[in-house]
C-alpha cells in the first residue's frame, strides 16, 4: 500500500499547469493506489498530499523558507 496520507482542510484553488505524458500516466497510477486507501481520494487531494509530503521532507526549500523568514519576507 501507498504511503500517503490524504486531508481535506480549507477550499482548494483552481491551478492550471501541464505535465509530460509520463508523469500523468504515473500519477494516474498513483491516484488509483490512493483510492484503494482512502475511498474518497481524488486526483486533486492526492496531488496536494504529494505535494505536501515533498515540501515537509525538502531540507533545501525549509532552510529558504527560513532564510525567507528572517529576512521578514514571510509568506508565499
Known amino acids: 500500500m501507498i504511503d500517503l496520507e490524504i486531508q481535506v482542510q480549507s477550499e482548494p484553488v483552481t491551478r492550471k499547469f ?3 505524458k ?4 504515473l500519477l494516474d497510477l498513483y491516484v488509483k493506489a490512493a483510492q484503494e486507501k482512502s ?5 486533486s487531494l492526492v496531488l496536494e498530499a ?11 526549500f525549509k532552510a529558504w523558507m527560513q532564510s525567507r523568514d528572517v529576512q ?3 509568506g508565499p
Request: proline share 0%; charged share 45%; glycine share 12%.
Open 18 to 20: 501541464r505535465i509530460r
Open 22 to 25: 509520463e508523469v500523468s500516466e
Open 39 to 43: 475511498k474518497g481520494a481524488d486526483e
Open 50 to 60: 504529494i505535494l505536501r509530503n515533498h515540501f515537509k521532507r525538502d531540507k533545501g
Open 72 to 74: 521578514g519576507q514571510a
